[in-house]
């Protein structure tokens, strides 16, 4: 499929395997590159720092690990990400907020849609 | 313990007034100071209220000694200054208001406050007077958090019900991929998606009951019921507030009407078809119903479906075996029409 992101290299962090194949499937559709994954906050932060990522899909708990300190480094580093929670917005830590979020479950369109906003997010500043 | 010529004139008064009080009902009274419900009596002949008698577990629950409470009115007990509300409530139970059962705030001799469950009781002497009030506590605050605690519960179930879902969908869709066409795949996530969404407004309100609105608006919205360039939609209906069974039900029904609709109706054609969605709640004898009506217009001509699908089987047989309620749903060449009339139960307070 062509979408406005694709080839775009996006990090996707999950723990639960199915939800991963799911989410790289609507990526690989969407056009995008997949970047991981990675299913706990060490290997997504080696992989922020080893791989070039345009942005990241989030789960906001990663085995009752907080997403925190992954989306501390991509907020310094300026890469947009969307949050996907079981949770919805009330899952995400209380300064992001205002960050694109999917409420799981959701489909390939959502997950689009989100992307394209974070981006926007990012470009806005 | 202050000495003897410490006392206060009241508080003596108090003490004589227990002494005479223990004599009278001698066992009664071991087994009030011994029981584990806090409780206290009061004397009806003052205008305040004063403590003459106060248990143990009222002290422990409280915060004072003995002494500090004796002789002291019942407005000393609550919180500072008290609920308006609280003030009326104890004072008509005291003039012998029927309504003498109720929840207020106290204050404990520390500052802090604490909830409890009142009931004020008149005692009359052998001559029917009003002598003494009886009033017992049922301490709140272990009920308090209980719920607090009930309520984060729920709150981890409803999420953990959202990623299951999103985990069956996931599973299905991988399990699918290569032997069912994109359609089925579609369709099956569709419905995952309502059935979580109507979950996830159940769950926000604590599955107690969510307004019909509510539902419609969840499970519109994918179908462009926001979307401000086109208007496609018409919602118009009294407030009414649906059971959870009721909401999923509902819930599920809509999703498949509107996923018709976007595939053969009214929304399957560019901007040209409509759907309008009125209602009203009619009080009945024993119960309160609704009247749905979901109609399409402006889309290709309707022809009849040539078999069941799921959808038309969750219409019509799931709102009559779930809900009890009575469905049409009519293929009429110029636009869908369901009706839908169920019962729904009456809200008491409202």
Redesign the interface.
Known sequence: MNSPFSDRRILLVED?I??V??LE?MLADLGCAVVGPASSVNQALAMIDAEAIDAAVLDVNLNNEPITPVVEVLTRRGVPFVFAS???RR?VPEAYRQNPTL?????A?ALAQAIDAAFAKAAAG | MPSEQNKSREQKAAESEVESFRKELGPFVVAAETTRMAMVFTDAKEANHPLIFANDSFLSLAGYGRDEVLGQSFDFLMERPADPEARLKVDAAFAGSSENEFEICFRRKDGGMFWTAVFISPILDKMGDLVQHFVSFVDLSKHKEEEDRLRFLLGELNHRTQNTLATVQAIAVQTLRRAANKEVVDAFEGRILALSKAHSLLGRKHWETVSLRDVIDQILQPFGLDDRRVIRFSVKGDDVRLQPKAALTLAMVFHELATNAAKHGALSNEAAGKIDIAWQAEPTTQSDRIRLRWQESGGPTVKPPGRKGFGSRLIEGGLAQDLGGEVRLDYEPSGVVCQIIMPIRRESGR
């Open positions: 639960e199915f939800v194949w799911l499937d079981g949770y919805g899952g409420q799981k479950p959701f489909q369109e």
